[in-house]
């Protein structure tokens, strides 16, 4: 509507509400001014009729020729804007150019004529302006000159200035001249922008030339008419001009810009343009109405921009164009923002402003206390004091030798431009959090912001929006009830104070003590108060007196709201007009008031005028009081004033909201920052949704149904599911089967809902761009704030006070269960009543779990994948996200998964995070603490609120990553534990506990907070975190911990609390004993055992939050320097970190955790993924390690035998008896062994010191893998040590024999030369017959002369029976019984069988039947196990063809008894051990005779000689006929040396490679850790699908892995010809060396021995001794040698080339690879069979295998388990098979009973009672046991069958037949944690 005419608003615009259904985007109709209105504005806005939608057009209307108005708008011409971006005041005489601006089409003349007139223009104004700048120049060289200052930093000054003058003005002269070809001015329409940054850079043009204030002529007319004629709505309209101000003040008097291009808004270039800032054009000055181009305001462009962004032209648009010089001419207040910002670094922030999130950043300065230096660091600092409430955070100063006294100090800044300056830089959201914060220090925060470059007030409401105070009115004091309220919301009268010209009483001072808090204003007595204000003059301030009810206390009974003005109002005028017309009294401070005033004149309030002393009279209408302070002191003064505010305020018809001040700030030309497209578009979204809200019940019903009742039951079906409680009378399987069942219907149910309206207009706002999507969040906040506060502040007092009243009454027992009642009921009520944000969040979480239990082709599925960005993204703004649902106690672990794989994408992997959480009973200040220490937004509201936990983001700056090793720090806030009465109510201690084991296990750091008043609460809470610290302990993580004491009084707290401290830890000691004992950890017996703790590092003591009463009390300061001394204390801890996880790490515990947490006892597993993958890569490595040490062990061990077997033979030290190099030996061993043993330690060592790979979840596992070692050097030590000695027997056992041998040959050798002798003395020629015979007759001779002594025959099966017994001497007369009167040779004759005597007594109470024939055929089944293994042993010893020794009956005695060590579950009896061993010898005893006697026959030495007589008659010839031998002898040591040895060497060094191949070549991690083996072996066989295998696997595990894994090695090796590869690299190897060897010593050989081929041969062997095993033969070889070492060398060089290819062509020839690897004597597949079999314990109820790494660790445990029906268990009553499985059964109610329990029943939840060493852990979900469900679903019919004895087959669920071979896969993989 108009404006009354008698209203003469500065801005001159009449502003008319644009209509509801009117959504034309940019219209304007500008229309004549009306004569009788002389508005410095000239313009008038009207309605636009609702038909008339015209997009772009604008409707101007000529102004008459008689209205000279100074004002002038823009217009729109071919649909672009053609405001004037930049005007300025010119000089005197310039010609008007109103018409330009006016946006009419000009013809040819009128242009040419406009350009001369602008030219004329240019030229006057640089030559005014550089008389202006010379002027200036030389007042600023006088001043410099007055000022004490060296002379030559003077000429410096002087020098700069001199240059910088003469820039300036050759760029006038520039501009001036571009000017001559350049007429236009840039028009072109703003941009769309952020409404955060208020500032907007123009953009290009595409073309410059068509940039002109009216249309080039060559532009098409009818294009130009066209737009001139259209037509659109009128929007709300403001005049942005600002009053004409009279400078009698000596303020803002009105400069030029001094630059030409700036009087027109003329840009050099399109770049120029494109980069600098569009100045908003101020209002000319009615005193000089000559400058008539220091234009009113581009009106066209505001009114397009009040619909675009009406924020954004707020403060940057006359910012001074960065190439012109700047300079002020008249005044140097007007470039005083810029220089400002400037100084204190804040310029780039003007365009680009400040965000929350950039100062909430973690950086260098976030605990640094290094003094402030510059005045750079000056805003920071007040920032970041002010984000920690700290009431100093005004007194920010620099640390500087100057006199800080002086006003003209360039160190000092007043705190109030300081201020000004920042909410100028900051965006909406930052400006929000400051007024939160500065209201909560009682300061004073803006109300009108001013910009003194544009000359714009903004009305600050949106920062206002966030005040929410609590407040009680004297009409509440009967009600104990407070009022709490937003404080825009709320109708609080408000009363101004100004000043007039110049007042001795400082108004600041006054209403800091109308307020009684001395610095709410800020005033000239605090720090840098007196320095001159430079941008802050024109700031209206606000702060509130809120009354707390207490006659005695308040100042006022009624809130009232106390604005200040700064600066004089008559340079004011619009804040001032504002204030008039919002305040129920202006006081007005001044002693030159007159009575004719024209600023006076629009006074429609109260006016008080205040003055020191009343000079004179004072006249006049509008002052109706006067206050005179007179001699008064300032208390009486006060009270004065209270008074007269009292009155004023009680009688105060006019109480206005800051909310609808918004129509008057816009009708006086007050920019609204609430008027950005983005912050009302975000604002119109979120009142559809919330506008409609009358029952918040019915509406989460009906618009938010899926997290209802069906997510409790879905949470409750899920605790079940892990507690199994309710499982009644059936079976564990069907329950969890129908719990399953209704999981499903209740997901479907879900699934059944479609999208509510609420939900889509939710998604909506969501997905909007960031800003607007940040005010929608705020704007929902707000609203659904402001709907709790409504409907549950009642509630939550009553709440609280039942509480109290409880806690203090406990007498009568009745009354107290009814008071709990009414807690339980306003609870519940509470929860149900509550409506926020994370209500919405979590239906967004919902719809996308129920999509998630859809197929993934689901097109519904596909919707929701974008859910998660968005709720990414909102974490990434830094709002908090909900961890844990509170009201279901639950987290929906899919969705927090999806939200922060999202997150991890969005910061593209850069997501390592550090997490700080909270825990404390409820109402302590928890998430108070949280907000102080890091300028967070946590929720804090009285009553339990807060429920569940909540997460948050904060970025951590990239100088400090490094050191933090993290990009952020994720804060986690919870719900308050309850108290241990209201514990009681609801199964919430069980909740309390859940919640706080989670938060303590995902947090780096853990923060206790303690308020010291209630030791009872301090007791419970303890009692619930030690419970967790020891969890946590058990798990691995090792969180920091610091207990807060808040409220503490003394401020010497720390040391008096000394006792308190010791008392905590003597509690902390107590509790830690009692969680011990139920968690069954006794050997924790103190809370230093759980945790490192220091009682004075650790505890940290903080006064209470506010200093006095509230609502008036100012943050106590002491609170926030303590927060922030812990904050430091914080980050050091943070620095210390070990852990180096990222969100994706965050999440897997996150689920680990929850999944742990969820059992009944807490279990963390290795069932759980991250641990079982931690565990997995700790197997890996050790195993890598401990082969290493077993292949070099081996190694040394297979060269040492062959030390030993060459001893004697090419010995070049014969006197060293073989005892002595065993000695030596066994030395070498010990020293190797210990080495290797070091190596796996530290190898250890070091991989637990490492900080990824989560090695601290298995660090527990670490003395297993220690001890491991130390047994696996023990077990090689004894091997190598058996070895060694057997080898020595053997060698000794050999020496006789060779001895023997050796003398004989000696005696031969002797005879056939004493023949040669003699033949070659016959000087008659002897024929070859004739040589034959006399060797014939020589032979016999020798014969009969030659004493034959063969080797002694031994009873071997009496060797045997001696070992055995005393294998089994150690057991007791019982067994030795046994063993009287048995002779092993009639042992093992006949099949094994076991012997059922004694064997029912044992196991007579067996678990579930008592089927005796069962349980033998398993013994039966082991014991031929045995029986097979031990024959296989003896059968390679046979083959050996060496004599006898006993240490094989040894080595068999121990193989055996290792077996039954292994399989500890089979429990064998001795009346089956005994004969077993007796069955096993026997055999051995038997075979072991006849391999003896073969031996001692083979071996006979007159048969020896014999057969070797051949032999020297064909060398006896040859000597005496002098034929050459080379040849011949260099044959004989190739074959029957060279290549046997070679041979043995290969079949000796290849098995240890085979492995190699295997654990490195493809499918290797099959065979990395026992768990991946299982798993590979399981998946073979659900490929496979026979049932056959099936059955071997379960019933002969043992020989079915063997043979599994020898088939896999066979099969590898099959591939690219493998084996014979590995055959042919070591040939290739030993036949270089030997060849390499010949040539060496040929070479080195000197002439003296050129036919010393014996030494030449006893030479190479010597080299080759180490590697090569050389036979007997040599001897052979040796005697009557003559061979010529030159020509044996050629010939053996060829041979050996020859033996190669030989060789390698015999490996070639070989096929069957079983064969090889079988006659290998170190045989690779049972190495690894030793590694991968493990320990060989089997699970005591279903018999799946231990999974355990290393060799001696503590318990068992198995990945997977199976139904028990599949080990052929079935119930007793029906004789179905059971498909029960134990990993489900430990977690119900249910009970056992077998041999171990004596056939009483025992809780299978108690299982550890009988099987210590075993870990079953409860099932992960119900899919985990999928694999051996789908087994025995497929062969339950096989099984039962088989299971014989009428077993019938097991009732299957229905939902196991629906399993496929998919699932079970799916199942394994799960359960196996492969990806």
Not at 202 to 208: E, T, Y
Not at 924 to 937: A, D, E, I, P
Not at 1235 to 1255: A, I, P, R, S
Not at 1801 to 1830: C, L, M, N, R, V
Request: glycine share 4%.
């Amino acid at each position: 509507m108009e404006k009354p005419d008698d209203e003469e608003s500065p801005g001159g615009i009449i502003v008319m509400e644009k209509a509801d259904d009117e959504e034309s985007p940019g219209g304007i109709i500008v229309m004549e001014k009306p004569d009788d209105e002389e508005s410095p504005g000239g313009v008038k806005v009207m309605e636009m009729p609702d038909d008339e939608e015209s997009p772009g057009g604008v409707k101007v209307m000529e102004m008459p020729d008689d209205e000279e108005s100074p004002g002038a708008t823009g217009g729109e011409v071919d649909g672009r804007d053609t405001t004037p971006v930049h005007s300025t005041g010119t000089p005197e005489g310039s010609p008007n150019v109103v018409a330009m601006l006016q946006g009419f089409r000009l013809n040819q003349q009128q242009q040419q004529q406009l350009q001369q007139a602008m030219q004329q223009t240019m030229q006057e104004m640089h030559q005014q302006m550089q008389q202006q700048m010379q002027q200036q120049m030389q007042q600023q060289m006088q001043q410099l000159m007055q000022q004490q200052m060296p002379q030559q930093m003077q000429k410096q000054m002087q020098k700069q200035m001199q240059q910088q003058m003469q820039q300036q003005i050759s760029q006038l002269q520039e501009e001036v001249q571009k000017g001559k070809t350049k007429q236009q001015c840039v028009v072109t329409p703003l941009a769309a922008a952020n409404p955060d940054t208020l500032t907007r850079p123009a953009p290009q043009s595409p073309d410059p030339a068509e940039e002109v204030l009216g249309e080039n002529v060559d532009k098409k007319e009818e294009e130009a008419e066209r737009n001139f004629q259209e037509k659109e709505p009128l929007t709300q309209a403001r005049d942005e001009s600002k009053p004409e101000e009279e400078g009698s003040s000596g303020e803002n008097i009105e400069t030029t810009q001094g630059a030409a291009e700036e009087v027109l808004g003329n840009h050099n270039d399109k770049k120029e343009e494109a980069e600098r800032p569009r100045p908003e054009i101020s209002a000319p000055s009615l005193s000089n109405p000559e400058m008539v181009l220091k234009e009113n305001t581009h009106q066209g462009e505001q009114k397009k921009c009040e619909e675009e962004e009406p924020l954004s032209q707020a403060i940057d648009e006359s910012k001074p164009e960065e190439d012109s010089s700047g300079e002020n001419i008249e005044t140097t207040q007007e470039p005083s923002l810029k220089e400002l910002l400037s100084k204190t670094g804040l310029e780039d922030h003007y365009e680009n402003k400040l965000t929350l999130s950039s100062v909430l950043e973690i950086n260098a300065d976030t605990t640094s206390d290094e003094p402030l230096t510059t005045m750079q660091s000056l805003p920071g600092a007040f920032l970041k004091k002010l984000m920690m409430a700290n009431v100093n955070a005004r007194s920010v100063t620099l640390k500087s030798d100057t006199d800080e006294s002086d006003s003209e100090n360039s160190y000092a800044i007043n705190p109030l431009d300081l201020i000004t300056a920042l909410f100028l830089c900051s965006d909406g959201f930052l400006q929000q959090e400051m007024v939160q914060k500065m209201s909560m220090c009682q300061f004073a925060v803006p109300l009108l912001l001013p910009n003194c470059d544009t000359e714009q007030s903004t009305l600050m409401l949106w920062a206002l929006r966030d005040i929410v105070r609590k407040f009680r009115p004297s009409s509440q004091v009967d009600t104990k009830s407070f009022i709490e309220e937003r404080i825009v919301l709320s109708d609080i009268p408000m009363v101004s104070f100004v000043r007039l010209g110049e007042s001795n009483l400082s108004k600041s001072n006054m209403l800091n003590k109308l307020l009684s808090n001395p610095d709410t204003f800020v005033h000239r007595d605090m720090d840098c108060g007196d320095v001159p204000r430079k941008i802050s003059d024109g700031l209206v301030e606000i702060s509130w007196y809120l009354p707390c009810g207490k006659r005695n206390i308040d100042r006022f009974t009624k809130p009232v709201a106390f604005a200040n003005l700064r600066g004089d109002i008559r340079s004011f005028k619009t804040q001032f007009s504002f204030l008039c017309q919002t305040s129920a009294a202006i006081y007005m401070f001044s002693d030159e008031l007159e009575a004719d005033s024209e600023v006076l004149k629009d006074i429609n309030t109260e006016l008080f005028l205040v003055v020191n002393s009343q000079r004179k009279t004072f006249t006049g209408d509008k002052v109706t009081h006067v206050i005179e302070k007179k001699g008064r002191n300032e208390a009486a003064f006060v009270k004065t004033l209270q008074s007269s505010v009292g009155d004023v305020i009680e009688n105060c018809q006019n109480k206005l909201t800051i909310e609808k001040m918004d129509v008057i700030a816009r009708q006086s030309g007050i920019l609204v920052d609430e008027d950005s497209d983005e912050c009302q578009s975000a604002r119109k979204m979120a009142d559809k949704i919330t506008s409609n809200i009358t029952d918040t019940i019915k509406f989460k019903d009906k618009q938010l149904p899926l997290q209802g009742t069906i997510w409790k039951e879905l949470s409750q079906l899920e605790k079940e599911r892990c507690r199994l409680r309710k499982a009644g009378a059936q079976t564990i399987q069907h329950y969890m089967s129908s719990l399953k069942k209704k999981v499903k219907e209740l997901r479907e149910k879900q699934q059944s809902f479609d999208m509510t309206e609420a939900m889509t207009n939710f998604l909506i706002g969501m997905s909007t761009s960031e800003v607007e999507r940040s005010y929608f969040i705020k704007w929902m906040r707000i609203y659904l704030d402001n709907m709790s506060r409504k409907n549950l502040s009642g509630l939550r007092e009553k709440y609280k006070m039942l509480q109290e009243k409880e806690s203090a009454d406990k007498k009568d027992i009745a009354y107290l269960d009814r008071q709990k009642k009414d807690i339980t009921d306003l609870d519940r009520q509470i929860s149900d009543g509550s409506l926020g944000l994370e209500h919405f969040l979590r239906e967004l979480g919902q719809l996308y779990e129920a999509s998630c239990s859809l197929p993934e082709s689901s097109r519904q599925r596909k919707q929701m994948e974008n859910l998660p960005g968005l709720c990414a993204q909102m974490l990434m703004d830094g709002f908090p996200i909900e961890l844990v649902d509170g009201d279901a106690s639950n987290i929906p672990l899919k969705w927090i998964s999806a939200v922060l794989t999202q997150l991890h994408t969005l910061v593209q992997s850069n997501s390592k995070i550090r997490v700080v959480t909270v825990l404390g009973v409820q109402s302590t200040g928890k998430s108070t603490l949280l907000n102080t220490m890091f300028g967070v937004q946590f929720a804090v509201s009285s009553g339990r609120c807060t429920r569940g936990a909540f997460m948050l983001l904060i970025k951590v700056n990239k100088e400090l990553k490094e050191e933090l090793k993290c990009d952020f720090i994720m804060v986690i806030d919870t719900e308050g534990l309850k108290s241990p009465e209201l514990a009681q109510l609801d199964h919430s201690y069980e909740h309390d506990n859940e919640l706080a084991t989670l938060v303590i296990g995902l947090s780096d750091v853990t923060i206790i907070n303690m308020s010291m008043e209630n030791s009872t609460e301090m007791k419970d809470i303890l009692q619930i975190v030690v419970h967790a610290f020891i969890r946590m302990k058990e798990v691995g993580k090792k969180p920091v911990c610091h207990f807060v004491h808040q409220n503490v009084s003394d401020v010497s707290a720390h040391d008096n609390n000394m006792r308190d401290r010791k008392k905590l830890l003597e509690q902390l000691n107590e509790m830690t004993q009692a969680a011990a004992r139920m968690e069954k950890k006794e050997n924790i017996t103190k809370f230093t055992d759980v945790m490192e703790y220091d009682p004075d590092t650790s505890s940290y003591y903080i006064p209470g939050l506010w200093h006095g009463t509230p609502p008036m009390a100012p943050v106590n300061a002491g609170y926030s320097e303590a927060v922030y001394d812990f904050k430091k204390s914080l980050m050091q801890d943070l620095r210390q970190c070990q852990s180096n996880d990222d969100m994706t790490h965050f999440m897997k515990w996150t689920q680990s955790l929850w999944e742990a947490v969820k059992f009944e006892k807490f279990i963390f597993s290795f069932r759980n993924s991250l641990v079982a993958d931690a565990y997995s890569r700790l197997c890996s490595e050790y195993n890598v390690w401990e082969w290493a040490f077993q292949k070099e062990m081996y190694k040394w061990m297979v060269s040492a035998d062959t030390k030993m077997s060459n001893i004697g033979m090419t010995d070049q030290h014969p006197q060293r008896s073989i005892r002595d190099v065993l000695q030596d030996l066994m030395i070498e061993a010990s020293e190797k062994l210990s080495m290797g043993e070091n190596d796996v330690q530290d190898n250890l060592v070091k991989y637990f010191k490492q900080q990824d790979g989560h090695v601290n979840l298995v660090e527990k596992y670490k003395e297993d893998f220690v001890n491991s070692a130390k047994t696996l050097r023990r077990e090689t030590e004894n091997t190598v040590k058996n070895k060694l000695q057997g080898a020595v027997e053997i060698k000794e056992g050999m020496t006789e024999l060779k001895n023997i041998k050796s003398s004989q040959a000696n005696t031969m050798e002797k005879q056939v030369l004493d023949l040669l002798q003699k033949c070659r003395q016959n000087k008659s020629g002897l024929s070859d017959k004739d040589i034959s015979e006399e060797f014939e007759n020589m032979w016999k001779k020798t014969l009969s002369e030659i004493h034959f002594k063969g080797l002694p025959r031994r009873d071997v099966a009496q060797g045997a029976f001696l070992m055995l017994s005393g294998n089994l001497s150690t057991r007791g007369g019982h067994v030795n019984k046994m063993l009287v009167g048995i002779s092993l040779v009639d042992c093992g004759k006949k099949e094994f069988v076991v012997e059922t005597g004694g064997f029912g007594e044992k196991f007579g109470g067996l678990f579930k039947h008592g089927d005796f024939n069962h349980y033998r055929k398993k013994l039966q089944d082991f014991c031929n196990d045995i029986i097979t293994q031990c024959q296989l042993f003896i059968t390679q010893k046979v083959e050996s063809k060496t004599d006898y020794h006993d240490t094989y009956i040894k080595e068999l005695l121990n193989k055996i008894d290792e077996t039954l060590q292994q399989h500890k579950n089979v429990q064998i009896s001795e009346e089956c051990e005994v004969p077993l061993k007796q069955h096993i010898c026997g055999r051995a005893a038997r075979e072991f005779q006849k391999m003896h006697n073969y031996f001692i026959e083979v071996n006979d030495p007159r048969k020896c000689l014999e057969q070797s007589k051949n032999k020297y008659l064909s060398e006896f010839k040859d000597i005496f006929h002098n034929q050459d031998q080379c040849q011949k002898k260099a044959e004989e040591f190739s074959k029957l040396c060279l290549q046997p040895a070679v041979q043995d060497y290969i079949t000796k060094m290849i098995g240890p490679d085979v492995v190699d191949e295997v654990k490195t070549g493809e499918g290797s991690e099959d065979y990395s850790t026992r768990g991946a083996f299982q798993f590979s072996i399981l998946k073979q066989l659900l490929t496979d699908g026979q049932y056959d295998k099936y059955e071997k696997y379960i019933d002969n595990y043992e020989s079915f892995v063997k043979d599994w894994l020898f088939d896999q090695i066979v099969q590898q090796l099959s591939k690219d010809r493998s084996l014979e590869k590995l055959e042919e690299k070591h040939l290739s190897e030993m036949v270089k060396m030997i060849t390499d060897t010949i040539s060496n010593i040929r070479e080195t050989t000197g002439t003296k021995h050129v036919n010393d081929v014996k030494t030449f041969i006893q030479n190479i062997c010597s080299v080759l001794e180490e590697k090569l095993v050389l036979k007997d033969a040599l001897d052979s070889i040796l005697i009557l040698n003559t061979s010529d070492t030159k020509q044996f060398a050629v010939y053996l060089t060829e041979l050996v080339d020859e033996m190669k290819q030989s060789l390698a062509a015999k490996y070639n020839k070989i096929g069957d690879i079983k064969e090889r690897l079988i006659s290998l004597p170190f045989k690779p597949h049972d190495e690894m069979f030793t590694i991968l079999f493990g320990c060989g314990e089997q699970c005591p109820f279903c018999g799946v295998p231990c999974e355990a790494g290393g060799i001696t660790h503590v318990k068992h445990h198995a990945s997977i388990h199976r139904s028990e029906g599949i080990n052929s268990y079935r119930w007793r009553s029906s004789s179905k098979l059971v498909i029960e499985i134990c990993s489900s059964l430990v977690v119900s109610d249910k009970a056992f009973s077998n041999a171990e329990t004596g056939g009483t029943f025992h809780p299978y939840k108690d299982y550890q009672k009988y099987y210590p060493d075993w870990i079953i852990t409860g099932d992960t979900s119900i899919e985990a046991s999928d694999y051996w469900k789908y087994v025995m679903v497929t062969f339950n019919k096989r099984i039962a069958e088989d299971r014989g004895d009428s077993t019938l087959p097991a009732d299957i669920p229905e939902d196991w037949k629906a399993l496929t071979p998919d699932d079970a896969m799916k199942s394994l993989m799960k359960s196996f944690n492969m990806k």
